[in-house]
């Protein structure tokens, strides 16, 4: 367990729709970053932030959008959604400082469009 | 930009045997972190091993161990004595010095551990 919770765990929508992936990251710890991966495909970064202030962008489309809110969850939010928005969305954290600077990622959230 | 290229979409290793899995990345950056994660069927992607780039010294965690080849660009991983839950998806990935904070993945290598 990386102490990072993300919610839903499968989510099933329709295209069109608008849905709202959730993360927690670990305790203490300030950036979130979320990624996107596709059926066997890498993981594309799509936005980072670092105590609720955006830090770095990604190949992230105009129909998604993030934020963190001030006790550091993240909500990514899709909208107008697509047969090819259907993939795995992961959410990671990383400590503010320390020396090793690694992402703990959550379980991610399984989005099937339909 | 910085690039990680993984040019090996899937390797196989006999189980107890040695095997090693590339990685080549571009920068122009002198201080940086690489780091190898596993993904394995499960999805969850677990951290392997980390290398800062400013320590000459290969890192090692157990059966896994890096080649880092700073001046050639390279950052292969060795996993020794191979065990039949080392298959899985594995992940080589570059973050930019602090301040950037960007983390680039490869494609990643499919290991499959044969019994």
């Known amino acids: 367990d990386s102490g990072v919770t993300q919610t839903p765990k499968h989510l099933i929508t329709a295209t069109g729709q608008r849905v709202t992936l959730r993360c927690s990251p670990r305790?203490?710890?300030?950036?979130v970053y979320w990624y996107q991966q596709s059926l066997d495909q890498g993981l594309q970064f799509l936005i980072q932030?670092?105590?609720?202030?955006?830090?770095a962008k990604g190949n992230i489309l105009e129909r998604f959008s993030a934020q963190q809110f001030p006790d550091l969850h993240s909500e990514l939010n899709l909208s107008s959604l697509e047969l090819g928005d259907s993939a795995l969305y992961f959410c990671a954290s990383s400590p503010r400082g320390g020396t090793t600077y690694e992402q703990y990622f959550g379980p991610g959230t399984r989005l099937t469009v339909t | 930009a910085q690039t990680v290229t993984q040019s090996q979409p899937e390797m196989s290793v006999q189980e107890a045997e040695t095997v090693t899995l590339s990685c080549t990345y571009d920068?122009?950056?002198?201080?940086?972190?690489l780091f190898w994660y596993k993904q394995p069927p499960s999805r969850q992607m677990i951290l392997v091993i980390r290398q800062e780039a400013y320590k000459q010294q290969n890192a090692t965690e157990n059966r896994f161990s890096v080649n880092f080849q700073k001046a050639a660009k390279s950052f292969s991983l060795k996993i020794s004595d191979s065990q039949l839950g080392d298959a899985a998806m594995y992940f080589c990935a570059y973050r930019s010095p602090a301040g950037t904070y960007k983390y680039i993945f490869g494609t990643g290598t499919r290991l499959k551990v044969l019994a």
């Open positions: 932030y670092y105590n609720g202030e955006e830090r």
């Open positions: 920068t122009s950056e002198s201080d940086y972190y």
């Open positions: 305790s203490g710890d300030l950036s």
